[in-house]
């Protein structure tokens, strides 16, 4: 039965609410695309009013009797109707935020538990549903991906911060504050050790942080950036690659966007309460917030060894493993590292901030479709090969991805076993390869053809796979439990 999990069903909601484009335009990018066509629009609308009352204000110098107070009361209107603009983007400017924090609490919820690893598993579970869902081939890659990335990048920001709190590497003030002297090997168990403490720190730093990494690129659908992705008559493909100036032009605009969008579109969150010390304390260290969010977008442009790697570096893995251009290939996902190394190179990024990472996630993407040889029973190299999926963070040995596995007798199965698969047995190492070349290409077609749901269109393909699409298998809502405990 083809059909979506609970948590499935949560993800591709979630993602909806972000990047999607609804009739009912209340995504977090469908409200920052209203704000950057009305607000314009309103701001305008003022600049003639505010002309208007200076013009009134300089007839009533001059006016007597009842022609005064006609002027009066035009003005009275006039300033009314300026003081409706403000009340409307007090209000708009609250609503705004306050969905874009719900979803900020949303993503930490459905990616973090009680301790490292937990985090870790949801992670895992939150990044791999991602790839498994998305199309891997087809027109629909492009579209797909620009809604999916950005609360990607949002959960690798929030392993990388974990990753750099471990390894006592936190150079930034305003988070080693919050970090209320808890020492590096005891940040693993932060949320059990000091409930009190971590709330705070999930508050105003990693909510802050989830926050920066959904807008980091939010300019991108400014009209003036519209103008650049679309053309003048808007008939170019929006992820065609830019010349260079209008790739600088582009993030200009991006940036200086995403920042007017965060100071004027959502702005500092609103205090309830009745202590006026509580009060007090709230708006500074929502004043420390709204810095320490600036700081991050501003600083990720050109990082070097500071905070906004936590935005850079996973924007960058997120550019390549969710692509949206059409050069666009499923089975060279494992070479992002190359990219990210050859950007560290170039001083885009912090060469440390990428080596996290790696550690982290490994050479393979969560989600990724594993072709390996099994083993024997006596340990030697099976005439055969099988499929599995990434399914796990922090992997041993980078190039050795933690799978579970998809198929066992060249059958497909919902409850495999999870393994390690070395590199010795994973096809995507063209070493690998070459120790199944003295299998008949009759038995690797007979294989292709137990294995391939659309055996038929891939006759042409290579007969050892590199890797497999996993879209159609993960599609089943019995195979989408690929990170339940095995007992």
Not at 147 to 170: E, H
Not at 173 to 185: N, S
Not at 339 to 362: F, M, P, W
Not at 373 to 399: F, K, M, Q, T, W
């Amino acid at each position: 039965m083809i059909s979506d999990s609970i948590f499935t069903s949560q993800v591709k909601s979630l993602i909806s609410r972000t990047f999607g484009r609804s009739a009912a335009h209340d995504s977090v990018l469908d409200r920052a695309i209203n704000f950057f066509t009305s607000h314009a629009f309103a701001a305008h609308q003022k600049e003639l009013l505010t002309e208007k009352v200076d013009k009134l204000q300089s007839q009533l110098s001059k006016a007597k009797g009842n022609s005064k107070k006609a002027i009066e009361q035009q003005l009275n209107q006039v300033n009314t109707k300026l003081l409706g603009f403000g009340e409307q983007d007090t209000s708009a400017r609250k609503t705004r935020y306050e969905h874009l924090f719900n979803i900020c609490e949303e993503i930490i919820s459905l990616t973090e538990g009680e301790d490292f690893n937990e985090n870790n598993r949801k992670s895992a579970q939150f990044l791999g549903t991602i790839q498994l869902f998305s199309p891997t081939e087809g027109a629909k890659i492009s579209q797909n991906n620009e809604q999916c990335k950005s609360i990607y990048k949002a959960v690798l920001s929030l392993r990388m911060l974990d990753a750099l709190c471990i390894a006592g590497q936190v150079n930034d003030e305003y988070v080693k504050h919050y970090l209320q002297d808890i020492p590096a090997d005891k940040f693993k168990n932060f949320a059990t050790e000091a409930p009190e403490a971590y709330q705070e720190f999930v508050l105003w730093v990693k909510i802050p942080i989830v926050m920066a990494a959904l807008i980091q690129d939010i300019g991108n659908f400014h009209p003036d950036a519209q103008e650049i992705l679309l053309g003048e008559n808007a008939d170019q493909d929006p992820h065609r690659t830019l010349l260079i100036e209008e790739r600088k032009q582009l993030l200009q605009i991006n940036y200086r966007e995403t920042v007017r969008y965060f100071i004027t579109g959502l702005g500092e969150q609103a205090y309830f309460g009745n202590s006026r010390d509580d009060r007090d304390n709230f708006v500074q260290a929502e004043q420390k917030r709204l810095v320490f969010v600036r700081h991050l977008l501003k600083s990720s442009v050109h990082p070097k060894e500071g905070i906004g790697n936590l935005l850079k570096v996973p924007q960058i893995y997120t550019s390549i493993i969710l692509s949206t251009k059409a050069n666009y290939q499923y089975k060279l996902l494992p070479k992002v590292y190359q990219v990210l190394n050859q950007n560290a190179e170039r001083g885009n990024c912090s060469q440390k901030a990428v080596d996290i990472l790696y550690r982290i996630t490994g050479m393979f993407p969560q989600g990724y479709g594993v072709t390996y040889i099994p083993s024997e029973s006596d340990g030697s190299p099976s005439d055969c090969y099988e499929y599995a999926i990434v399914n796990r963070l922090y992997p041993d040995n980078p190039l050795h991805p933690k799978c579970r596995i998809a198929t066992r007798k060249l059958g497909f199965i919902g409850f495999g076993q999870d393994i390690t698969i070395s590199k010795d047995r994973n096809l995507y190492f063209p070493e690998t390869v070459k120790k199944m070349s003295s299998i008949s290409k009759e038995r690797l077609n007979e294989i292709l053809e137990l294995l391939a749901s659309n055996y038929k269109e891939r006759q042409d393909l290579d007969l050892l796979p590199r890797c497999w699409h996993t879209k159609d298998f993960f599609s089943m809502k019995n195979n989408q439990k690929l990170w339940v405990k095995l007992t």
